[in-house]
């Protein structure tokens, strides 16, 4: 489990074709602290470190991780949120995420509103019940409110916004319209969809 607070930004410095995908990522953490079966969350996506250095960490990435996750990600240079998994008794911020990514969302808009960045994202309609006003939503790892919801028939557009601290901190700051985003509901609000549409007629 995670939070959706990012601690660190880690750069994809090596990536191995094994079957699956053999990322090196350098990082600022702290590897004596990091074991080797650890969950690290990379923009979103849980991973299991499978190798470590002085300053960097390695990951498997499955073909199906690869697949339903945003492209771009797991490259050379690509650039990650990353977040360790929660221990009990450290201080929870943002909201709870798995780091299990529901879907891959698209920037429509980004519009400057003071000092922060007013941004639409589009998500497939399937998730529309489960992303609502003032709820949370983890965007590539990061956990942001939900502030308007929108249907449509085949797509739900929903916004959210970035205060300076959340675009200097995460790989958010530079974002444009067309950005593929790894997409999390709220853990709660998957239960709660699953249970409505399991319920008999």
């Not at 028939?153 to 995460?170: C, Q, Y």
């Amino acid at each position: 489990m995670f939070t959706g607070i990012i601690t660190d930004i880690g750069t994809v410095r090596s990536v191995e074709q094994r079957g699956d995908l053999r990322l090196t990522i350098g990082s600022s953490y702290d590897m004596d602290t990091v074991d080797l079966g650890a969950s690290i969350a990379c923009s979103g996506a849980c991973l299991t470190v499978v190798d470590k250095g002085e300053d960097w960490f390695a990951v498997d990435v499955s073909q199906e991780s690869a697949s339903r996750t945003a492209p771009g990600l797991w490259a050379e240079s690509a650039r990650l949120n990353l977040e360790r998994a929660l221990r009990v008794g450290d201080e929870l911020g943002g909201h709870i995420v798995t780091g299990h990514v529901d879907a891959v969302a698209t920037v429509t808009r980004v519009d400057e509103v003071g000092g922060s960045l007013d941004v639409t994202i589009e998500a497939p309609r399937a998730l529309g019940g489960a992303i609502a006003p003032k709820g949370s939503i983890a965007l590539d790892g990061v956990s942001l409110t939900v502030n308007t919801v929108e249907d449509a028939s085949d797509t739900t557009r929903f916004a959210v916004n970035l205060i300076p601290h959340t675009a200097e901190h995460t790989t958010l700051g530079g974002i444009t319209v067309g950005r593929k985003l790894n997409l999390e509901i709220d853990v709660l609000a998957r239960y709660l969809k699953r249970m409505t549409e399991a319920r008999p007629e």
